[in-house]
């Protein structure tokens, strides 16, 4: 039960930090406290890999791995967190909660294609509504307004995010091999947050950094947040599912996030719940459902 308790305790998180980002994005540089969001977040990952006994795994790494860790870092922390902190400057928070259902979908495909990874029925239903849902929401009903161009700049901003994690998935899985989740998770958090820093230093300068030392404390408190619980605790928390559970059942708690991520927004935000984010939103969650359900019948005809 404790573990079901945390998977859900995940969701939220992981859904609140859409509604956490657009604030902190609002009110101090974007680059800089995505820097200083993962440096948080590295810190607490080193003290959970040290508490466990497994510091010593980053010495046994060897070059290609390294290599691997580099560019999943650049693609899943530092390009995501950009377009992630930019995006949230000019679309509702709502709205990047669901795109975020396009990401099982496209990684799915592209593993399939690169890996030759099965698909059926299920799993295409699923990535079809989960894609065209999200597309729904994003273009607020009338998809010829992304097949004529006129999506706004945030929503652009938002598919980068989506371009970034696929990335980030197939490069772990390419070159990722025998390095356990919580040592890549600590490594690419610390990596990431150190190019967020330089990107930061050279697109916004000393003023950017001035402007978020002396922003107000609500924000450094969403930072936080962002920090410890959206990265450090979530993942720990997904991490501990994965091994009571098992892979499926925990990444099912995954299709939650959209749905707490449109909740917290809509409470706390006051964002309006409008027909197209309602609709798309749900076809979209409804698609990440169908999709998991995909990929355990193989598994069930198996056993």
Same mark, same amino acid.
């Given at each position: 039960?404790?573990?079901?308790?945390?998977?859900?305790?995940?969701?939220?998180?992981?859904?609140?930090?859409?509604?956490?980002?657009?604030?902190?994005?609002?009110?101090?540089?974007?680059?800089?406290?995505?820097?200083?969001?993962?440096?948080?977040?590295?810190?607490?990952?080193?003290?959970?890999?040290?508490?466990?006994?497994?510091?010593?795994?980053?010495?046994?790494?060897?070059?290609?791995?390294?290599?691997?860790?580099?560019?999943?870092?650049?693609?899943?922390?530092?390009?995501?967190?950009?377009?992630?902190?930019?995006?949230?400057?000019?679309?509702?928070?709502?709205?990047?909660?669901?795109?975020?259902?396009?990401?099982?979908?496209?990684?799915?495909?592209?593993?399939?294609?690169?890996?030759?990874?099965?698909?059926?029925?299920?799993?295409?239903?699923?990535?079809?509504?989960?894609?065209?849902?999200?597309?729904?929401?994003?273009?607020?009903?009338?998809?010829?307004? /992304?097949?004529? &161009?006129?999506?706004?700049?945030?929503? %652009? $901003? !938002? =598919? @980068?995010?989506?371009?970034?994690?696929? #990335? +980030?998935?197939?490069?772990?899985?390419?070159?990722?091999?025998?390095?356990?989740?919580?040592?890549?998770?600590?490594?690419?958090?610390?990596?990431?947050?150190?190019?967020?820093?330089?990107?930061?230093?050279?697109?916004?300068?000393?003023?950017?950094?001035?402007?978020? /030392?002396?922003? &107000?404390?609500?924000?450094?408190?969403? %930072? $936080? !947040? =962002? @920090?410890?619980?959206?990265?450090?605790? #979530? +993942?720990?928390?997904?991490?501990?599912?994965?091994?009571?559970?098992?892979?499926?059942?925990?990444?099912?708690?995954?299709?939650?996030?959209?749905?707490?991520?449109?909740?917290?927004?809509?409470?706390?935000?006051?964002?309006?719940?409008?027909?197209?984010?309602?609709?798309?939103?749900?076809?979209?969650?409804?698609?990440?459902?169908?999709?998991? =359900? @995909?990929?355990?019948?193989?598994?069930?005809?198996?056993?």
């Amino acid at each position: 039960m404790r573990t079901h308790l945390r998977l859900l305790g995940m969701a939220i998180l992981w859904g609140a930090s859409w509604s956490w980002g657009r604030y902190v994005a609002q009110t101090m540089p974007p680059i800089g406290a995505a820097s200083v969001r993962f440096l948080i977040a590295s810190a607490a990952l080193l003290l959970w890999l040290a508490h466990s006994g497994r510091l010593d795994t980053l010495t046994r790494l060897h070059r290609r791995q390294w290599t691997g860790l580099f560019w999943a870092s650049a693609a899943g922390v530092c390009g995501y967190s950009v377009f992630f902190m930019l995006g949230l400057q000019l679309v509702p928070a709502s709205k990047g909660a669901v795109v975020i259902t396009i990401n099982p979908a496209v990684t799915l495909l592209l593993a399939a294609l690169i890996f030759g990874e099965k698909l059926n029925g299920k799993i295409v239903l699923g990535m079809l509504m989960a894609v065209g849902g999200a597309l729904f929401a994003i273009s607020n009903g009338s998809l010829l307004q /992304l097949l004529t &161009g006129q999506t706004g700049i945030g929503e %652009l $901003l !938002l =598919l @980068g995010c989506v371009a970034c994690w696929v #990335a +980030y998935t197939l490069i772990g899985r390419a070159v990722l091999g025998g390095v356990d989740a919580l040592t890549a998770t600590t490594v690419t958090a610390l990596m990431g947050a150190l190019m967020l820093l330089a990107v930061s230093l050279v697109a916004e300068g000393g003023t950017g950094w001035s402007a978020m /030392l002396n922003a &107000g404390g609500d924000s450094w408190f969403y %930072l $936080l !947040l =962002l @920090g410890v619980g959206s990265t450090a605790i #979530a +993942y720990a928390w997904f991490f501990e599912g994965v091994k009571t559970l098992g892979a499926g059942a925990a990444a099912g708690y995954i299709t939650l996030v959209p749905v707490f991520g449109i909740l917290v927004s809509s409470a706390w935000l006051g964002e309006p719940l409008t027909a197209s984010l309602l609709i798309g939103g749900g076809v979209a969650i409804a698609g990440m459902t169908v999709m998991q =359900l @995909g990929r355990q019948a193989p598994k069930a005809s198996r056993g």
